[in-house]
């Protein structure tokens, strides 16, 4: 892992009225680092990662993203087109709900090709080749790459959002609850080809969970978040095996109960 952050926040400050959603908050992730954000709902932690995406402005607070060149640039200071070609290009963001990442009246080899598209791929005979590599990588049977997401199940459409995200190879992935709302046995698989994905590719991953089990496979650090404030943070196994918060430890003895 590089020395400079990838992305690196600080101060940011949200409220909602009397709500306070980010109360000084500061993180950063690193090139090839999977970070975790917990916590209960309504701790804040799906707030943090769309003001770090740039989907949502802070009232307080930077957010700074350094490109592949080592230039670092404040990311609610660039323009709306200037963000959108960092979410086509360096960026990638695997929603919760498959839906909103998919275009659902587009077969799922055209999802994937989309994405290459954007970053100037022409050739459709490659793209029609990415597309179906992409298929196999995520467990989808590459004859049925012109069959539309709605035709899939909601475990297969989380899968084919993450090969239309990761399929132009972004530096750095957002991640909101991708198991949320799947079977426990669909969930099991999904975790481990995430793992498996971002293994092979050095991804840098800021994944948002209530999951501690998830968040324990999956990351290299861990951020504890409650009422918009980051209570505890550190290496996972660390904070998981040894947490030193009051609302961590809680939270971790609710898995031990279940």
Do not use: C
């Not at 309504?42 to 802070?58: A, C, F």
């Not at 948002?208 to 978040?225: E, G, N, P, S």
């Amino acid at each position: 892992m590089s020395n400079a952050p990838l992305l690196e926040a600080s101060g940011l400050t949200l409220r909602y009225g009397p709500v306070t959603a980010l109360d000084d908050v500061g993180i950063e992730i690193f090139p090839g680092e999977v970070v975790a954000i917990v916590g209960e709902s309504g701790s804040g932690k799906s707030t943090l990662l769309r003001v770090l995406s740039g989907l949502l402005k802070p009232e307080a607070g930077t957010v700074t993203y350094r490109a592949p060149d080592g230039e670092a640039a404040d990311i609610h200071a660039m323009g709306e087109a200037a963000l959108r070609r960092l979410h086509r290009t360096d960026w990638g963001f695997v929603h919760q709900n498959p839906r909103d990442g998919l275009r659902m009246g587009v077969s799922a080899g055209g999802n994937i090709g989309e994405r290459l598209m954007a970053t100037g791929a022409r050739h459709y005979g490659s793209i029609r080749e990415a597309a179906t590599e992409w298929l196999r990588r995520v467990e989808i049977d590459p004859a049925r790459i012109d069959m539309l997401p709605r035709q899939f199940s909601g475990g297969m459409q989380q899968r084919l959002q993450i090969a239309r995200t990761l399929v132009t190879h972004p530096r750095l992935v957002f991640m909101d609850e991708p198991t949320g709302g799947l079977d426990v046995s669909v969930q099991a698989r999904l975790l481990d080809l995430i793992r498996e994905l971002v293994a092979d590719l050095g991804l840098a991953v800021l994944l948002v969970t209530h999951d501690i089990a998830a968040a324990r496979l999956l990351a290299h650090r861990l951020l504890v978040m409650r009422h918009g404030r980051v209570v505890e943070q550190g290496l996972t196994d660390r904070v998981l095996d040894d947490p030193q918060h009051e609302y961590t430890q809680l939270l971790v003895a609710s898995v031990l109960a279940a």
